[in-house]
């Protein structure tokens, strides 16, 4: 039983990079962990970190949008698949091609934000007083560095996961919570700004490890910057259905801020918290071995080699289900003793910590569900497929409006919660069971 369940935790999976993809990720979210104490008990559950979380709004919906989740899903497939084949000119230049436009097409995007930044503020958090509002605006048009910042990164780092270099792809986020830390310390020379100036340097950290990683790799891009040639234009095409969906996760968190702005004070930073701890294992087992994976999906995809597929893919599930259901279990027992061991006592009292334990209960339920979406959502990208998952998870953000409108008078601040673990649950058995039929033959 023990050498079992070993070998689902360190099979395959991890052979293939998981280890340090899992390693480097438990390292950023220790950081995370660091950070989310430090703003806790110097902050405390007050409008200033309220305001803080929800300037990362709207530059995170820009970035994911228009650049990164799209991104992701539709040049590695493309990239890996010229690797496979052997066309390393046609490879180099598509990489070329992408690190130019996808910031240039950032900076365009992010001025137009700059312009109505305080129309968008508005919708952003209309609970908030004239003067939050204003910091609001201010901290957010200053965030918008990191969106362009974020974009040469991640392309980047889709070139780096296509490579299988995974060490220098996952050391990244480690840096990046270096700088906001470090932001945490400016806060009582610089105010508010320090917080913004911590994020901003996380994200050069960011992109100067994924530089430095891919010149360690050998790999140059190279040729003419061609937004015609034919493979750009592939990745732009799978990209539409991507970018048509990726608002989906963006605005369920709008959904959420906007809603909880409109609570007690301090409800945003105790969502924001209770989301953040949910968040770990999603990430540190579901988005690690998905990303480890996602090169080898990707490859016998491209090689037509239905048994290699569907090998990566079972090698990867197994150790999944095992780790993330033992997160849920662990946050339904331990949560209170976890939230009040890291984030209790300085400013962030005992009412605090009861109410942020309950959202994080609530919010531990939808761990294995949306672990495993991550996995089949990479799975149907590397079978060029981005349409599927887009109309699996339209009807999700609309369930969850209804849900938290339905629940909140109830509920209160959980409702967010359970709102979202009823939808990424349904989202997660549909888009099984249509993967399972897509791969019946191969089976």
Wanted: aromatic share 12%; proline share 5%; net charge positive.
């Amino acid at each position: 039983m023990h050498k079992k369940l070993w070998g689902y935790l360190f099979g395959s999976v991890f052979r293939r990079g998981a280890t340090f993809l899992t390693a480097l990720t438990f390292a950023s979210y220790i950081l995370g962990l660091v950070r989310d104490m430090l703003f806790a008990r110097a902050l405390g559950a007050g409008r200033l970190l309220d305001v803080y979380n929800a300037a990362f709004i709207v530059p995170d919906t820009l970035l994911n949008v228009f650049v990164a989740g799209a991104l992701a899903a539709a040049f590695v497939p493309v990239f890996t698949h010229l690797l496979a084949h052997e066309r390393t000119h046609d490879a180099r230049q598509l990489a070329a091609t992408m690190l130019a436009g996808a910031p240039s097409a950032m900076l365009i995007i992010g001025i137009v934000a700059l312009i109505f930044m305080p129309q968008i503020a508005g919708i952003v958090a209309p609970g908030f007083s004239p003067d939050e509002m204003a910091l609001l605006v201010r901290m957010s048009r200053l965030m918008l560095l990191s969106p362009i910042l974020f974009a040469l990164s991640n392309t980047l780092g889709g070139i780096l996961v296509s490579l299988e270099r995974f060490i220098g792809y996952g050391l990244s986020p480690v840096l990046y919570n270096l700088g906001i830390i470090a932001g945490v310390f400016l806060v009582p020379l610089w105010g508010p700004v320090g917080l913004v100036v911590g994020t901003i340097s996380g994200a050069a950290l960011h992109l100067a490890s994924r530089l430095f990683a891919l010149w360690r790799s050998g790999f140059r891009p190279s040729g003419p910057i061609r937004l015609g040639n034919p493979n750009v234009r592939q990745v732009l095409k799978l990209m539409i259905p991507r970018m048509a969906g990726q608002p989906i996760e963006q605005l369920t968190f709008f959904l959420f801020t906007n809603l909880a702005s409109s609570l007690a004070v301090g409800s945003i930073a105790m969502m924001s918290f209770a989301r953040n701890f949910q968040s770990v294992p999603v990430a540190l087992f579901g988005i690690s071995f998905s990303t480890a994976v996602f090169a080898s999906l990707s490859r016998t995809a491209a090689l037509n080699d239905d048994v290699g597929f569907m090998r990566a893919l079972k090698g990867a599930a197994q150790p999944l289900a095992v780790v993330s259901l033992l997160s849920a279990a662990f946050y339904l027992f331990a949560g209170r003793f976890v939230i009040d061991l890291f984030l209790g006592g300085g400013r962030f009292g005992p009412e605090q910590v009861t109410a942020t334990a309950r959202l994080l209960g609530v919010f531990a339920f939808s761990i294995p569900a949306e672990s495993f979406i991550h996995l089949f959502v990479r799975a149907f990208y590397a079978l060029k497929d981005t349409w599927t998952p887009i109309f699996v998870s339209v009807p999700g953000l609309a369930l969850i409006w209804v849900l938290a409108h339905a629940l909140m008078p109830a509920f209160g601040l959980n409702a967010l919660g359970l709102s979202y673990v009823i939808s990424v649950s349904l989202e997660g058995i549909v888009l099984f069971f249509l993967l399972r039929r897509r791969l019946r033959v191969a089976r």
